[in-house]
């Protein structure tokens, strides 16, 4: 197969900062669709692979997982995008296309969905390398077309910070008379307080301090609980129907399953591991209440999230930075010090 050998940025050991690398992305084939990334938000996600958090990383590793570019040209079977389109790339790039996840749409949770980065690819043979790159070959199935009325960088942390917001607050039919709380006001965090409020639905931010108050309002909270204070904890039993848990960390869950109503539901997102402390079981029974989880979204879920952002004039909340100062972005975003999402300008790699 043919490759074309290209500039990225990232990583080769969970201890080393990410620098410049070169890697080989594929020549377009028939369903392929080249794109010159414009840019590339900064997700939770990318440190904690780049570090090894989850245990699963081979290196060397390339992140980037918020795409949006230009195509730059297209196989000769491509239907639905020709050169000059603007489009986006999310979290996945590929998937076995006929098990029953995908056939409804689902294909997050296909068995083999292929990641963006760090997934396996199959055209050469290798691991996925992400979007902190000059460009990126992508099944069309697998692409997305933007709105034309948003900001452009603004939108690249539709694409996961986003939509793995929306697919919880979709599947849990949030509404006009729901009750809706976000745990964590970073990346993911301000994405729903923004997508639950254009739904209508009454907003509440648990965060652990005082900080963040007038920026959740002003995102779109009606309220803000200090989940650290625990009277303000004790004031919020029983109260919401659907809980989006952020936090990227071993966190105990245990107090905010109490401030669910009856029937809700606290869905995490956030932290990938075991508990501790463990769940205490009786208030879910007491109150026929879940907890659960949610990955990303389809693509589908993905594209309707993009039209909804494109009605409703949706973009996130960024501070654009240049690939070269990645390593500090990644220091900040682990003190939360970022509003509310780093974006990665792609032309400081192209030069
Ligand atoms: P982020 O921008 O760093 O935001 C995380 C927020 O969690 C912080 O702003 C902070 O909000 C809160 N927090 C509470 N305890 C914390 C602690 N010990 N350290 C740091 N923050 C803490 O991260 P993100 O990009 O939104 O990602 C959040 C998590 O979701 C990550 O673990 C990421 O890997 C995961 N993720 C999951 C999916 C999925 O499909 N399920 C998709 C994307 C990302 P306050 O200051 O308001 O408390
Ligand atoms: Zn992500
Ligand atoms: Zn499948």
């Known amino acids: 197969m043919k490759v074309k050998n290209i500039k990225a940025y990232g990583t080769v050991a969970a201890d080393a900062d990410l620098k410049q690398l070169d890697i080989n992305r594929r020549e377009v084939t028939a369903k392929d669709v080249e794109i010159d990334i414009l840019y590339c938000g900064v997700c939770h996600s990318d440190l904690h692979f780049a570090r090894n958090d989850w245990g699963m990383t081979q290196y060397p590793v390339v992140p980037g997982h918020e795409i949006v570019g230009k ?146 309002k002003a995102l779109g909270a009606d309220e803000v609980i200090i989940s650290t204070d625990e009277s303000q904890m004790e004031g919020a039993m029983g109260r919401f129907d659907l809980i989006i848990d952020t936090v990227p960390y071993e966190h105990d869950l245990n107090p905010y399953v109490g401030t669910l109503n009856t029937n809700g539901t606290l869905v995490v997102v956030g932290y990938l591991g075991p508990l501790d402390p463990m769940l205490v079981t009786v208030p879910l029974i007491m109150g026929r209440k879940s907890v659960a989880g ?58």
């Open 294 to 351: 949610s990955l990303i979204g389809g693509i589908a879920e993905t594209q309707e999230l993009l039209d909804f952002c494109g009605k409703h004039n949706i973009t996130s909340d960024i501070e654009v930075i240049n690939m070269q100062d990645i390593n500090i972005a990644y220091e900040r975003m682990l003190k939360s010090d970022v509003k509310y999402r780093f974006v990665i300008d792609m032309k400081s790699l192209k030069n």
């Open 71 to 216: 195509v730059l040209n297209v196989g000769k079977d491509v239907k639905q995008y020709k050169e000059g389109d603007l489009v986006a790339v999310g979290c996945l790039v590929d998937s076995c296309r006929s098990c029953n996840n995908c056939k409804n749409d689902l294909e997050q949770y296909c068995p083999e969905w292929v990641g963006t980065y760090g997934g396996y690819d199959k055209h050469l043979e290798t691991n996925t390398h992400g979007g902190y790159s000059e460009t990126i070959v992508v099944d069309e199935a697998f692409v997305l077309s933007i709105p034309e009325n948003l900001d452009l960088a603004g939108i690249a942390p539709v694409l996961c910070a986003g939509i793995t917001t929306w697919s919880p607050l979709r599947h849990w039919n949030v509404g006009k008379d729901s009750k809706v709380a976000v745990v964590g006001l970073g990346g993911l965090g301000h994405m729903a307080i923004k997508l639950a409020d254009a739904l209508g639905a009454h907003v509440t931010l648990f965060s652990r301090s005082t900080n963040k108050t007038d920026d959740a």
